[in-house]
């Protein structure tokens, strides 16, 4: 299908023939292709108006907490509600052959089997944050098939993996009740950012799960007193996180859960936040796509290839040293003489015992 057909057919189709646009679409936005990437341009630029009514939600949390039974539990409630629901799960790559298994369908039984649904799994490709390199792509691609929410679906991450903050409307976090202790609840990273804790499989042990609830919110609420400016506990006109009791596996708690998003929605719909957001969001796309194309360019360069083999031997075998290195090689691309090796780089003094 060429990016006119794949327009018409995200905005005007059928489901099932929007489902397999879509489908496509991403695919082609994946894709690494120079004459890919040209037809992907032209078809974000042409989805762009129809962009942005959706609402995205991030979620988030440690291998086996239950993500993808919440976001099932989530959906089949949304669906409920008359709402059209998409979820973009990404599945962790192998640093070893470079697979992914792309299961999560499977794990979402019966929302997958729903016409008001849209599931798709993608590797994260090595990219770091818990997130995929073209899931802001695949979002835009989803709001403009008329999904009223968009769940994206981390990999399972630990406390650095942020980049889903930096994409969505929302980010929640899910933790277990027997995650760790009061300190572990205040640790900087995602708890610090955010904007809805839920604590899942409450029903397994009721006990823990109240504590937990308590802990982390005494944690959030001491985060917001100390060095976040868009936080304060005092403040009625800001969204200040709250911390839920949730049993996806039971379908407990879900629609309190979803009535807290709705009350961050309009919170920050009323008082500005959540345009200011996508702003943020949107110039901090571009610059990683420079940073990206940037890296790429140089790799690409002529005299960069031809001393690349070198340097990186010489840097393995001790002989330069990796600064010195990635100096000649920038040099190289900028058409300058390289630059000349100091020897307090290569021979630091090593100091007294």
Known sequence: MTPHSLLDAILRGAPPVRRRAMAKAIT?????????RVQADALLTALLPYTGRALRLGISGVPGVGKSTFIEALGLHLIGQGLKVAVLAIDPSSSVTGGSIL???????????????????????????????KTREAMLVCEAAGYDVVIVETVGVGQ???????????????????????????????????????????????????????????????????????????????????????????????????????DYRRLQTANGRLSLRRERQALAWMW?????????????????????????????????????AARQLLAAQAGG???????TETAAPQPAL
């Open 160 to 262: 650095s993996e942020t980049a889903v903050h930096g994409m969505t409307d929302m980010f929640c976090v899910l933790q277990l009740p027997n995650a760790g202790d009061d300190l572990q609840a205040i640790k900087k990273g995602v708890m610090e950012l955010a904007d809805l804790v839920v604590i899942n499989k409450a029903d397994i042990d009721p006990n823990a799960a109240t504590r937990a609830q308590a802990q982390i919110t005494s944690s959030l609420r001491l985060l917001g007193f100390h060095g976040n400016p868009e936080r304060d506990p005092h403040d009625g006109e800001l969204w200040n996180p709250k911390v839920l009791q949730i049993s996806a596996l039971q379908h407990q708690g879900v629609d309190g859960f979803w009535a807290a998003v709705c």
């Open 28 to 36: 082609l936005l994946e894709s690494t292709r120079a004459d890919h």
């Open 337 to 343: 003489a390289p630059a000349v090796a100091h020897a």
């Open 103 to 133: 299961g999560d369908k499977t794990r979402m039984e019966q929302l997958s089997m729903q016409e008001a649904a849209y599931i798709r799994p993608s590797p994260s490709g090595g990219t770091l944050g818990g997130v995929a390199e």
């Open 288 to 324: 990683e796509r420079i940073d990206f194309g940037l890296k790429q360019a140089f790799r690409a360069h002529p005299q960069v290839r031809a001393l690349l083999p070198q340097l990186q031997a010489d840097v393995a075998q001790g002989r330069i040293a990796a600064s010195t």
